[in-house]
C-alpha cells in the first residue's frame, strides 16, 4: 500500500539556519503531496501542497518540489526562525484511497535564538 | 469564527466511563474525520464521513462509536474508557476529494486515570 517516510526528528537548528525535512513516498499513480505543520498546543494546518510532477509548494518561506523521479518532496526553507518550532508532517493522498491522507510519523523541528 | 470546533478542549475521567466529544465545522465541507494522536505525534485516522455516511472505519476497537447527524457534525462516543485511550484527538473536515486540504481542529486532550 501507500506509505510516506519522512526523516526522524528531532531536529535542532540555530536560528536563520538552512533547513531541510527529508520525505519520500511509496504510491501507485500521481498522489498529491502535503505538508502541514502543527505548533505546540494546535491541530495540524496545511503548509504546502502540489499536485503533480515537478510542482513546486510554497507558503511562508518554506517550500517542497514534487519529484517523481525519485519519489520525493523534500520541505526546504532558507532562513529558519524560532517561530517556526513544530512538527512537520508529510502526508500524501490518491485517488481511490476514500479521501484518506497517508501520513509519515512527524519531525520536531526546535530552532533556538 | 472557528472553522473547526471540539468540544470539550481537555477530558479527564476515570477507566471505564463513557465519554463524548463534539466536533462542528462551518467551512460547508462534505467530510469529516476523527484522528487519535499519540504521545509520539503519531496520527491514525479513525473514522471518516461523507454527507453522514461512513466511509472510512479503521481497525479501532468498537468502543468508539462515531455519530454524524448532518454534515456539519462529527461526534465521538467512547465507552468503557481504557488507560491506552489517552492521546489527542483530532476533529477534521474537507471539502471534496483528491487535492483538498484537511482543516483541523484544535484538539481534545483526553486523560485516563
Known amino acids: 500500500g501507500d506509505s510516506v517516510t519522512q526523516m526522524e526528528g528531532p531536529v535542532t537548528l540555530s536560528e536563520e539556519a538552512f533547513l531541510t525535512i527529508n520525505c519520500t513516498y511509496t504510491?501507485?499513480?500521481?498522489?498529491?503531496l502535503f505538508w502541514y505543520v502543527q505548533y505546540p498546543g494546535e491541530g495540524l494546518q496545511l503548509l504546502l501542497k502540489?499536485?503533480?510532477a515537478d510542482d513546486k509548494g510554497s507558503n511562508k518561506g518554506f517550500e517542497a518540489t514534487y519529484r517523481k523521479e525519485t519519489t520525493s518532496f523534500h520541505l526546504e526553507k532558507g532562513s529558519v526562525q524560532v517561530s517556526d518550532s513544530a512538527v512537520y508532517f508529510c502526508a500524501l493522498i490518491n485517488a481511490g484511497n476514500n479521501r484518506k491522507l497517508i501520513w509519515g510519523l512527524g519531525t520536531s523541528l526546535a530552532v533556538n535564538p | 469564527d472557528t472553522a473547526v470546533s471540539q468540544t470539550p478542549k481537555y477530558l479527564v475521567t476515570q477507566m471505564g466511563n463513557d465519554k463524548s466529544i463534539k466536533c462542528e465545522q462551518n467551512l460547508g465541507h462534505d467530510t469529516m474525520y476523527w484522528y487519535k494522536q499519540d504521545s509520539k505525534k503519531f496520527l491514525k485516522i479513525m473514522f471518516s464521513y461523507n454527507n453522514k455516511e461512513l466511509i472510512i472505519n479503521e481497525t479501532v476497537p468498537n468502543r468508539f462509536s462515531p455519530k454524524s447527524p448532518d454534515k456539519a457534525h462529527l461526534n465521538l462516543h467512547i465507552n468503557s474508557l481504557e488507560l491506552g485511550d489517552s492521546a489527542v484527538y483530532f476533529c477534521?473536515?474537507?471539502?471534496?476529494?483528491?487535492?483538498?486540504?484537511?482543516?483541523f481542529g484544535d484538539g481534545t486532550r483526553l486523560s485516563i486515570l
Open positions: 504510491a501507485t499513480g500521481y498522489p498529491s
Open positions: 502540489a499536485t503533480k
Open positions: 477534521a473536515s474537507s471539502q471534496g476529494g483528491g487535492t483538498q486540504p484537511q482543516h
